[in-house]
């Protein structure tokens, strides 16, 4: 059977606001709930590279297989990469959701956006478009591919919105965190006029729709229902400019939840009782995501 | 003093003791003959009808109209818009700053968000 596979980025201009952590538990659960992943880590802070795999791990596994740094790296030296190799499926966390895979990150991503720009420009599609056509091989094998970007819209992040069907903006009910909301539209947008207009140049038929956004993810909330406080009446704001796109499913304020990244096990399946109001709240979020992508 | 005395001046000194008493009391006039004060009116500007059509109906109107018409309110009423529309109000007594926080959240905060969407640069090509 075909798959209908769904590409979406989580994104923010605003770091700090747990991109990371929902990219990977919406990715846990619904690998735990039959659907095949793969969240492709995108920030050279390799956060949700150490989410899933310990240091140790990693360093073999960059070495003698490949990262997303070795993929743009190809590309710009115009040589093939295996991405398939790149992908790691034996997580630690894979005796439990053996169908979530992990495209790791590299520390050194960082230089990979000069060097796209200084190679390609900053403009226009080849730049951008790389993730695109790498995905295009591997697509069919799963549901759901999941970006988790960067705290920036640069060429690296701009891949991914190239390469996304679908929008994720995760904010922290605050006001610094919402701003990231506009300025993600207005990306997009003009991302897809840009390439639209590079397309119109060459003289070809059709045109790039770039993706939707397809809902705003509040995280670390900490209001009590039906109060007036601070984070409510940001979050109020939003519903006006954005109501259909707002969640009604958001996620606490959490230790608990940022303690999970040294266990390696994702709190949607971590299955200890103290973890049982964030992974209700997860999956939850998991189950909107599911009907809003 | 006879007992028949004694007693009167007792209830003379009782009765003065229940007229100090109520004395104190609010509202009880010193002077059996002193009407009582009318409580203070505290004037309404809106009726509650009015205050709550006022505020279902505030973003359909001008940032100008809507600033006029909230300076002109109390600081109830006030609240009533804030918290009609979420909007936190804090312990802080504060009637500019309840008011500039609803301006903020009704009109500028999506004005800024709207300018930040639409951005360009509009550089001169060379």
Known sequence: MVKDTKVVSFINYKGGVGKTTLA???????????????LIDLDPQTNATFYLMDEEDWNDWQKNKGSLKD????????????????????????KYIPKLHLL????????????????????????????????????????????????NLNLVTQNSIVAS????????????????????????????????????????????????????????VRYVTGGTGYQ?????????????????????????????????????????????????????????????? | MTQEFRTIHEIGDA?????????KMPNISSDETEPLKPKKQVKQLLTPEELSKFASEIRNLSREE???????????????????HKISVGKNKNKSELIRKVLYNIFDYHAGHNLLRKFTSDTPEK
């Not at chain 1, 538990?25 to 793969?38: F, R, T, Y």
């Not at chain 1, 990979?112 to 993730?131: N, Q, R, V």
């Not at chain 2, 809507?66 to 009609?84: D, G, S």
Request: aromatic fraction near 10%; include cysteine.
């Open chain 1, 24 to 38: 990977v538990e919406i990715s846990a659960s619904l690998a735990k709930n039959g659907k095949d992943v793969l």
């Open chain 1, 165 to 220: 069907d679908g929008i994720i903006i995760v904010a922290m009910p605050e006001y610094l965190s919402t701003i990231g909301i506009a300025l993600i539209d207005r990306a997009i947008k003009n991302i897809e006029k840009e390439i639209n207009d590079e397309i119109k140049s060459f003289g070809v038929a059709g045109t790039f729709k770039g993706p939707e956004i397809k809902g705003i993810l509040f995280n670390r």
């Open chain 1, 104 to 151: 790791p990150s590299h520390l050194e991503l960082l230089f990979i956006d000069l060097e796209l720009a200084s190679k390609f420009g900053a403009k226009g599609m080849k730049s951008k478009s790389i993730l695109r056509s790498a995905l295009s091989k591997i697509k069919e094998n799963y549901d759901y591919i999941i970006f988790d970007c960067p705290p």
């Open chain 2, 66 to 84: 809507v600033e006029k018409k909230l300076l002109e309110l109390k600081f109830e009423e006030l609240k009533y818009i804030a918290k009609f």
């Open chain 1, 232 to 293: 409510e009446e940001v979050m109020e704001r939003v519903r006006v400019d954005w109501s259909h796109l707002v969640f009604n499913a958001y996620v606490s304020q959490s230790d608990r939840i940022a303690q999970r990244g040294e266990g390696k096990i994702p709190i949607a399946i971590s299955g200890y009782a103290a973890d049982k109001k964030y992974e209700s709240q997860l999956r939850e979020c998991a189950e909107e995501f599911l009907r809003r992508v």
């Open chain 1, 71 to 94: 993929l743009f790296e190809a590309f710009m030296d115009g040589k093939v990469f295996d991405i398939n190799k790149a992908i790691k499926k034996d997580l630690i966390c894979s």
């Open chain 2, 15 to 23: 009765l003065i003791q229940l007229g100090k008493a109520l004395k």
